[in-house]
């Protein structure tokens, strides 16, 4: 019963340095997504993926990379960290198919310093 | 662009009392809505959908009507309890294109004894 697991839960950076989170699910889906959750801003799309080996831009792409080289993970990264990426992360994943529900892990939350 | 906008809260309620959180939208076509509740500490998780206009989405006592002709997707419960108490989000999606999820800002409901 694991779903959507999110590694690390909590990550302390200083500005400029780097890190990668990542995102593994284990119900064979083929939609990932990385979100970012922000103080009366809701949940934003950084990047998503719908399949192994593809990656797309999603409304707030810029200082974030991500990779999908596995089905089942979705890594994303920070190569210079700023403080205003401080947020709370959601790694999401959903089913190919017509209004399907979206899964999220329990989030990380990231403070750049 | 798509859009959805809540009310904005915290919303504090006594246990029994009537909810209604409201959600409106702008999206061109037909996209399907939905509510998402995140408990405290805790990923988001989905309360109910509704594909298409006039469906209704219910669970857990909760429901929501599709209003295409108001862009309307309120959320309502007849008698809250304290285990209620989370944030609520609206969103809308479209099929194709990787499911997209465009959230709201999110509501806070509080239900006191």
């Known amino acids: 019963n694991a779903g959507v697991t999110q590694t690390p839960k909590f990550r302390v950076l200083k500005t400029g340095q780097s890190m990668t989170l990542l995102c593994a699910q284990d119900?064979?889906?083929?939609?990932m997504y990385w979100y970012r959750q922000d103080p009366g801003m809701g949940l934003r799309l950084i990047h998503y993926?719908?399949?192994?080996?593809?990656?797309a831009k999603g409304e707030v792409p810029d200082g974030y990379n991500v990779s999908r080289l596995k089905k089942q993970n979705f890594l994303l990264g920070l190569e210079s960290a700023a403080p205003s990426q401080t947020s709370v992360y959601f790694c999401?994943?959903?089913?190919?198919?017509?209004?399907?529900?979206?899964?999220f892990g329990q989030g990380t939350r990231l403070t750049v310093v | 662009g798509n859009s959805v906008t809540q009310m904005e809260g915290p919303v504090t309620l006594s246990e029994e009392a009537f909810l209604t959180i409201n959600c409106t939208y702008t999206?061109?076509?037909?996209?399907?809505l939905f509510w998402y509740v995140q408990y405290p500490g805790e990923g988001l998780q989905l309360l109910l959908k509704?594909?298409?206009?006039?469906d209704k989405g219910s669970n857990k006592g909760f429901e929501a009507t599709y209003r295409k002709e108001t862009t309307s997707f309120h959320l309502e419960k007849g008698s809250v309890q304290v285990s209620d108490s989370a944030v609520y989000f609206c969103?809308?999606?479209?099929?194709?294109?990787?499911?997209?999820?465009?959230f709201g800002t999110g509501t806070q409901l509080k239900v006191e004894l």
């Open positions: 999401a994943s959903s089913y190919q198919g017509r209004n399907t529900e979206a899964f």
């Open positions: 119900m064979n889906h083929e939609y």
């Open positions: 993926s719908v399949g192994e080996g593809t990656t």
């Open positions: 999206a061109t076509g037909y996209p399907s």
């Open positions: 509704a594909t298409k206009a006039d």
């Open positions: 969103a809308l999606s479209y099929t194709g294109g990787g499911n997209k999820l465009t």
